[in-house]
């Protein structure tokens, strides 16, 4: 994982970054931090990064008062359990991943790598030559895909049957790609065609088929637990010995949507059925509390509450 380029208008955060003894803070987003080991030269590419999930919480391109309590912990925790599930503990084949060992041996001793501050929420991660795609699998028809497929019976330009309604299971799940815009610019969704000019036709090839396959599998693993993983993101790069490699978040309630099965099944309303394990109660809040003009308001405590209990709740039901 290198150093990631700010895109889709994110603001920073202005509060200073936690300094650690050994730790060079290069990047803030609007919910994590990265650091590379101190003596990285500007220009260099770090062996190893190491990735904090702060408790931050971002809408509409707006980093938000106050944070989540606990958030960055519940969704690193949710990312290692799906890493390790993927690297064969489900029974699928070990797909690689881009973490690193944080324990060192010194003499006889195992030392800690992650510092104590953030430990819980942070990961220790190999540096890949990250992949320009942003490869997002649908399984289920909701969001900006409903909308489209509302407008011209499509979604991200594949064409589907007629007669489909919000939140019904897509016939097979879908491979839409999108371009990684660099720094004030909005990513774009492309086509395949497109992602194989822009990363040739073997790693596009790549990117979908692993995709599809992770999707595949999570998605089965979430049933088994009563729940619906209706679509989600990945980000892909190359490691030192050419094996392409699973990075950054994965299947958290940040990169993903889930939904509860039986109130899929049962609900009476949109909103009954497709409630999701995420913010959407923030982006709720701020929809009916806010114009979008100048600063949001600050979240209120019952908000904050129900939004970190869904957060922990997800990782409950999966891991459970």
């Known amino acids: 994982m290198k150093r990631p380029r700010l895109r889709n208008n994110e603001r920073v955060t202005t509060a200073p970054p936690l300094e650690f003894p050994g730790w060079r803070h290069i990047y803030s987003g609007k919910v994590r931090d990265l650091y ?13 990064l190491l990735v904090v999930a702060s408790d931050r919480v971002s809408a509409f391109d707006h980093v938000l008062a106050p944070g989540i309590p606990d958030k960055g912990t519940l969704l690193t925790t949710l990312s290692l359990w799906w890493f390790d599930q993927l690297a064969g503990a ?22 800690e790598l992650i510092p104590d501050a953030v430990r819980g929420r942070a990961m220790l991660v190999r540096s ?3 992949q320009p795609i942003e490869c997002v699998v649908r399984g289920y028809l909701t969001g900006s895909g409903w909308a489209e497929y509302r407008d011209s019976g499509t979604v991200c330009g594949i064409p589907l049957p007629a007669g489909l309604n919000d939140g019904d299971r897509l016939p097979e799940p879908l491979y839409t790609p999108a371009f990684k815009a ?35 599998r999570a998605a089965a693993t979430a049933e088994a637990h009563g729940l619906i993983l209706a679509d989600t993101k990945f980000e892909f790069g190359y490691d030192a010995d050419g094996v392409l490699t699973l990075a950054d978040e994965v299947l958290t ?13 049962t609900g009476s309303t949109a909103a009954e059925r497709m409630a999701s ?44």
């Not at 590379?36 to 190893?48: L, M, R």
């Not at 701020?286 to 990782?315: F, H, M, S």
């Open 277 to 320: 394990f995420d913010k959407q109660i923030v982006r709720n809040w701020l929809a009916d509390n806010w114009d979008k003009q100048g600063e949001p308001p600050a979240l209120p405590a019952e908000i904050v509450t129900r939004t970190r209990d869904r957060y922990a709740e997800l990782l409950r039901l999966l891991t459970a």
């Open 36 to 48: 590379v080991p101190a003596g990285t030269a500007d220009e260099a590419a770090p062996t190893h």
């Open 128 to 130: 890949l030559d990250m």
């Open 253 to 265: 309630s940040d990169s993903s949507r889930y939904w509860d099965a039986e109130a899929w099944r």
């Open 90 to 111: 489900d029974g699928g084949r070990c797909i690689a991943n881009h973490l690193a060992a944080d324990h060192a041996l010194v003499g006889d001793e195992a030392v």
């Open 182 to 216: 660099p720094m004030g610019e909005h990513d774009e969704n492309i086509t395949f065609e497109r992602s194989v000019e822009l990363v040739g036709s073997d790693t596009a090839e790549a990117l979908r088929e692993l995709s599809l396959e992770i999707y595949r």
